[in-house]
T-cell receptor, first 116, second 115 residues
Framework: AQKVTQAQTEISVVEKEDVTLDCVYE???????LFWYKQPPSGELVFLIR??????QNEISGRYSWNFQKSTSSFNFTITASQVVDSAVYFC?????????????FGGGTRVLVKP | DAGVIQSPRHEVTEMGQEVTLRCKPI?????LFWYRQTMMRGLELLIY????????DSGMPEDRFSAKMPNASFSTLKIQPSEPRDSAVYFC?????????????FGAGSRLTVL
């Protein structure tokens, strides 16, 4: 079985503050992929990043950065210098190929509210 | 690239009525997924297809739900009869196996309200 846990249901920050979203996953597979999706108030699901289980390099894309640590089964996401446009629900997700085929399992999501 | 196209975007219906949601995947994508999003259960996979063939429908709630993919460019999710607890946002997503990226591209969703 595969499982994704996002313990933070909602985070509220003031613009320009940094915010870190936690994601913990469970799988017995050695080959898996981790994702982050953004769901803005308009409702669509927007892909942000994918990581495979063999690549633990952290990644930075503009104000976004991701910290993947297999030792703690975590794939955390940081928004630096947050902006009002970052207000959205963010989902962490997992595909474990052998255990679950092509099923993308989502965490419960973390709602980020950035106040001006 | 037009992305994944879903229709209708909003549907309001009365309990007992038949509801049909439609999806056009991205051209060339060979996997299609139907997800449902509710406050209580979050995002859950209902069913997915590979090359138009249903592979796993274990997430379909009950016999009132059915999904078809008659060709590579069209899929439907049908609820008959609908119930208030079916109210949710239904997402369709597609991906291309050959890309190796396992990235699903989602449609804008169909918001269903059953009164």
């Amino acid at each position: 079985a595969q499982k994704v846990t996002q313990a933070q249901t909602e985070i509220s920050v003031v613009e320009k503050e940094d915010v870190t979203l936690d994601c913990v996953y469970e799988t017995r597979d050695t080959t898996y992929y981790l994702f982050w999706y953004k769901q803005p108030p308009s409702g669509e699901l927007v892909f942000l990043i994918r990581r495979n289980s063999f690549d633990e390099q952290n990644e930075i894309s503009g104000r976004y950065s991701w910290n993947f640590q297999k030792s703690t089964s975590s794939f955390n996401f940081t928004i630096t210098a947050s902006q009002v446009v970052d207000s959205a629900v963010y989902f962490c997700a997992l595909i474990a190929i052998k255990a679950a085929g092509n099923k993308l399992t989502f965490g419960g999501g973390t709602r980020v509210l950035v106040k001006p | 690239d037009a992305g994944v196209i879903q229709s209708p975007r909003h549907e309001v219906t009365e309990m007992g009525q038949e509801v049909t949601l439609r999806c056009k995947p991205i051209s060339g994508h060979d996997y299609l997924f139907w997800y449902r999003q509710t406050m209580m259960r979050g995002l859950e996979l209902l069913i997915y297809f590979n090359n138009n063939v249903p592979i796993d429908d274990s997430g379909m709630p009950e016999d009132r739900f059915s999904a078809k993919m008659p060709n590579a460019s069209f899929s439907t999710l049908k609820i008959q009869p609908s119930e208030p607890r079916d109210s949710a946002v239904y997402f369709c997503a597609s991906r291309k196996q050959a890309s190796g990226a396992n990235v699903l591209t989602f449609g804008a969703g169909s918001r269903l309200t059953v009164l």
